[in-house]
Nanobody, 127 residues
Framework: QVQLVESGGGLVQTGGSLRLSCAASGRPLSSYAAGWFRQGPGKEREFVAA????????RHADSVKGRFTVSRDNAKNTAYLQMNNLKPEDTAVYYC????????????????????WGQGTQVTVSS
């Protein structure tokens, strides 16, 4: 099975940018569709973005559309989340996740659809 490790989190001011990385090991990330979720203080874990196994299809939560972009580089076994124009409400622990999809173009936004999770990386946006 695949193991996922996130990196790239940190403290940033409002309007700033960060790029999160999700490095896969154990099995090729190309076998999986990937996603990003986040959990803010006192909140439920929520969907942020997803990308198909092929990388051709993406989906973003309405709250991050136009600011965040999910991508992947299967040759590097890594998925990314580029976050621009960050806001204090983006403060959360961000989790990378993966699932074995039915097709190469399927994406999912439900937490229960995913089988593998990283340990999370903290993103803090100061006002």
């Amino acid at each position: 099975q695949v193991q996922l490790v996130e990196s790239g989190g940190g403290l940033v001011q409002t309007g700033g940018s960060l790029r999160l990385s999700c490095a896969a090991s154990g099995r090729p990330l190309s076998s999986y569709a990937a996603g990003w979720f986040r959990q803010g203080p006192g909140k439920e874990r929520e969907f942020v973005a997803a990308i198909s196994k092929s990388g051709s299809i993406t989906r973003h939560a309405d709250s991050v559309k136009g600011r965040f972009t999910v991508s992947r580089d299967n040759a590097k076994n890594t998925a990314y989340l580029q976050m621009n124009n960050l806001k204090p409400e983006d403060t959360a622990v961000y989790y990378c996740t993966a699932r074995i999809p039915y097709t190469s173009t399927s994406v999912a936004s439900g937490r229960d659809a995913y089988d593998y999770w990283g340990q999370g990386t903290q993103v803090t946006v100061s006002s």
